[in-house]
Structures are given as C-alpha cells and as structure tokens.
C-alpha cells in the first residue's frame, strides 16, 4: 500500500472508503432487483422492533425512575443523599432528562412505555448507522455494516439512559466523517455536548473522538494553522460546554468517579470477555476492515486508522464500551465492503429516504402497540416478596444486594436498603463489607 501524504495529499480523500457523496434525488441506483431494497429495509426494522420488544428492564432502570421522580418532586439537582443513609457521598443527578422522561412516562403508561422508549432509541440510533453508512456505500454493504453494528452494541441496548448516548456518539461519527470531507468546524457539535452531557456520562467519547479525528488529519498532513485551531476549538469548546450543564464543573469528573467505584463490581465494567459472541463479532469486524486495508493499493488516511485503533481499544478495554466501539466501526465497516463491491456507490434516493422513514414510523407505532404485552412486567425482581416487604414498617434496613436495592428505591421506598447500584456513592469499603457479607443471604433476584 502507499500513502499520499503532504503536498501530494489532495484536499479530499483520495479512495472510495474516505469520499462521501452527497444524496440527489435524480441520482440512478446500479441495477438491482426492485425486490432488494423495500426487503433489506423492512427485514432491518424486524431485527430492530425484535431487540425492542425482547429487551428486559435492567436494575439501574428502577433507581433513575425514583431519581426522575425526586428531581419532579423537588428541583434539586444535587444535594445530600436522599434515600439511603449508608451512602455517605453527596447526590448528584447527571441523567436528569432522561430520568424525568422516563418517570413522568411510566406514571402516565407504566413499563410499556420504558419499552417504548428505548425502542425509539434504537430506530434512532439505527437511523443514524444508516446515515453514516449511506453516505460512503451503496445499500446492500451499508446495512450489512448496519446490521453488524447492531448486533455488536445490543449488550448495552437496555431500559436506561445510556441507549441514547449511542445515538449521539453515531451523530458525531457522522459529522467528523464529513469534517474529514471539508475540514469546516462544526461548532453545533458544542451545544450537542451539553444535552448530550445532560443525557449521559458518554459524552466524553464526543471530544475523545473529534481528538483523535484531529490528530489523525494531521499526520496526514490536511490540517493548515487556521483549520488545526478551528477543529480544535471545537473539541476544547465541547468539553467546556459539558462543565456549563445544571450540575456544574463537577460533571468533567463523574464518569471517572462512577468508573472507579463499579470496576470491581459490574460485569460492564470489566474488561470484554473474548469468548463472548458480541466480543467476538467486534473483533471479526475489526479484522475484516484491516485484512480489506491490507488488500488495498492505496493506503487508508491515518484518521479512518485512528478510528479503527480507537474502535479496537475500546471493544477490549470494558464490556460497556463494546456499544461505542460498534458506532465507530459502522461506517469503516460501509466504505471498507464498498471498496470490494462490483460497482460503485449510488446516492440515496427521495424514495429510499422515505421508505426508511415509513418504516420507522410503522415500527414505533407497532412497538406501542405490542410493548404491552411483551414488556409489561418487570424481569428480575423479588416479585415473590411483593407483599412480605409492603408489611415491613416504614424506615426498617433492608439487606439487599445491589441490583434488588434499586428496585425497593422504586418499588418500596417506605424501606431502606443497605446498598444500591449507585456505587459511587457508597465509600469503597463500605462496598467492599457488603461484598464479603452478601453469601450469608439478601433480598436478590432469586428471592
């Protein structure tokens, strides 16, 4: 492979899988069987309402509903520890948006409407994969890149806020790729930042990756002073917008905190397992996109080389990151199948774009529809227990483990329990007590 770097560099990437084409209507698809497109799209949004559909409330879904609640109740977006009197750090709401949509949603509609929910997150979300995918391939290696994409990030598709931080992370792929094609600085990704900030803890992967997109432009040499400052005055911009939410400066060093308190303790926190199948699946996309580089007369820009190391690191690093890693592989897995394709990319046509958006709006409402009944009751909770703990007296401790206390912040918070999911507000030693205490019996999901 050889590269072309320096006065050679043109302003535009110089191959197919760095080039994006903007859509037309009058734009003509290569000959396909009419048949192909219309069945693609809809057996895509089958997967997509099926993952909706099947999806089980996670423990961390109860205590964001209490934390929605309190913010309605009161207005306070920090302060002391309201609810358990073991958790000696102060209360912060970070997921504030999203906790306050999801409460006031299952008080009108009840846990359907938390399915409902996340099953817009993930037409969403793959909406925008196929945006990203759309934008460098023709439709068939797109929503195989789509699909891929799909199956590596649905571990962390769950009833909580975090599932649409990955939209957002895809709505920053797409708008680096285009700086890439243009090197104009996107400054509406700053107040992007901040409802993202608000939304997620994930949004430090927006000015991670807008970083390693600068660094990568300049190795190839792209970036003059002016455009070097623009570009990064948008990363730096970013970061300072997310210390501007409602909670403060502190915001910039939550995520670190949360990750140093759950390390130990939540199985997405630990490094992926190479022997799961959505571990596996990443690491054969990576590998595929490298073998297809490999296969190259021209060299891939160090940016698309960045994003795919990135991509790499993040799959390997924590199990909860896999979903991150899996937006920034869709469109290198897009433009990486295209390049072996027979023919080149066409455009997207006014009835594609519809077509999709049909389909969208179809499947929202089917999702409605259905989440009754397949999500109207809650999955791994005390069920049994239900009326034992009601005849408890108000302020009794309850021994729990950690995901079931979450469940009683909801579901019973006329009693205490010794620990929630929330570990960065315990001490650490607290945690690790509990830890050492739990085999003697609580209150858990087997009860």
Known sequence: MTRRTGADAPATPPDA?????????????????????PSI??????????????????????WNLRAGQYLLDTGHFAGPEPWVRFATRPFVLTEWPGDVSGATLYGLFGLPALAWMLGVCILALVGAMLVAARRVADVVPAVIAVLAGLVV???????????????????TV??????????????????LTWVW??????????????????????????????SLLSLSGVVGASVLAAGLTPVGPRLLTLPFQVHSAAAGLVQEWQPSNTHNPITVMALVVISGIALIWLRRRVAPPWWQVGQLALALVLSLVYARLLSV??????PLLASALQSRHPHGAS????????????????????????????????HGVPAKLSAKISAIPAGSV??????????????????????????????????????????????????
Request: charged share 20%.
């Open 17 to 37: 899988m760095a080039t994006e084409t903007p859509a037309t209507d009058d734009a003509t698809s290569p000959a396909d069987p009419q048949w192909l497109l």
């Open 398 to 447: 309850v021994f729990d483990d950690s995901g079931m206390g979450s469940w009683l912040l909801w579901s019973d918070s006329h009693v205490t329990p010794v620990i929630d999911r929330r570990h960065s507000r315990y001490a650490p030693r607290y945690v690790d007590d509990h830890g050492t205490r739990l085999p003697y019996g609580a209150v858990g999901a087997d009860c």
């Open 174 to 191: 797409i708008a680096w790729w285009r700086t890439t094609s243009d090197l104009r600085a996107r400054w509406w990704l700053v107040p």
């Open 153 to 171: 990030a649905a571990g962390s598709l769950s009833q909580r806020p975090q599932a649409v931080s990955f939209v957002f992370v895809m709505i």
């Open 347 to 378: 455009v997207a046509r006014r009835s594609e774009r519809r077509l999709w958006a049909g389909l969208f709006v179809a499947a929202a409402i089917g999702i409605a529809a259905l989440s009754p009944v397949f999500a109207g009751k809650p």
């Open 197 to 226: 900030a608000c939304l997620h803890g994930f949004w430090l992967f927006g000015p991670v990756l807008g970083a390693a997109m600068v660094v990568g432009l300049l190795l190839d040499r792209r970036l003059d002073r002016r």
């Open 41 to 62: 799209a809809i057996a895509t949004v089958i997967v997509t309402v099926f993952l909706s559909l099947n999806s089980r409330t996670d423990p961390d879904t109860w």
């Open 325 to 330: 890693a899996a937006c920034l592989l869709v």
